[in-house]
């Protein structure tokens, strides 16, 4: 089967109040450690509002500037989704999981079959990213408006798979705060 990453990098960082992805976490930037964890698969990185600062990070990425970016998360998976359109499945790769490890990427991989709709990464029950999704579900994701991402369309599936992984599937780096507690020992 064929999967393609989507790095979602073109959000406005409000809460942290600039650029998030390009802090340092335990000696990387957080989109390099991000797309550190998604080097083994084809992808793409979708960048919006900081795409000046980001552009020297992803000297040997593809990258899609998202010219909508300030409509919300939809447009960019749409476009994503639509640079893959050809591939069996697109994951959904938020750009400021910081502890994200291709282990974890393997696995949820691993678990995506014929039968699912989507692989959603869980964590003490709780679901977390990124998604898996399915190409039977492209069509419903061109359909998406606003700051809405995918978790709108699988509310209503029933032929999700889910996967146990750890903390990082639950962990993002929301405000500066955030940040700082993920680096304390």
């Known amino acids: ?5 989507v790095v979602l990098a073109a959000g406005e960082a409000k809460r942290f109040g600039k650029n998030k992805l390009i ?3 335990m000696g990387k930037p957080i989109i390099i ?3 550190e964890s998604v080097s083994f698969l084809d992808r793409v990185i979708i960048v919006g509002k900081y795409i000046e600062e980001l552009i020297p990070f992803l000297k040997n990425e593809i990258v899609i500037y998202n010219p909508k970016w300030m ?3 939809s447009e960019s998976i749409k476009l994503g989704v639509r640079f893959f359109q050809d591939y069996d499945g697109v994951l959904i790769v938020l750009g400021d999981m910081p502890l994200l490890t ?3 990427i393997r696995k ?3 678990n995506f079959k014929e039968s699912c709709s989507a692989v959603v990464p869980v964590y003490n029950n709780i679901r977390g990213n ?7 579900l492209y069509e419903q994701v061109f359909s998406l408006s606003g700051d809405i991402g995918a978790r709108e369309i699988l509310k209503k599936r ?4 889910f996967v146990e992984c750890g903390v990082e599937v639950v962990t993002d780096v929301d405000t500066e705060s955030d940040l700082t507690s993920l680096q304390q020992p």
């Open 33 to 35: 450690r991000v797309i």
């Open 102 to 104: 291709s282990e974890t």
């Open 71 to 73: 409509l919300g998360i």
């Open 1 to 5: 089967m064929r999967i393609g990453a």
């Open 130 to 136: 990124p998604v898996l999704i399915s190409r039977k």
């Open 23 to 25: 802090q340092n976490f």
């Open 108 to 110: 949820i991989i691993i």
């Open 158 to 161: 029933s032929d999700l798979c």
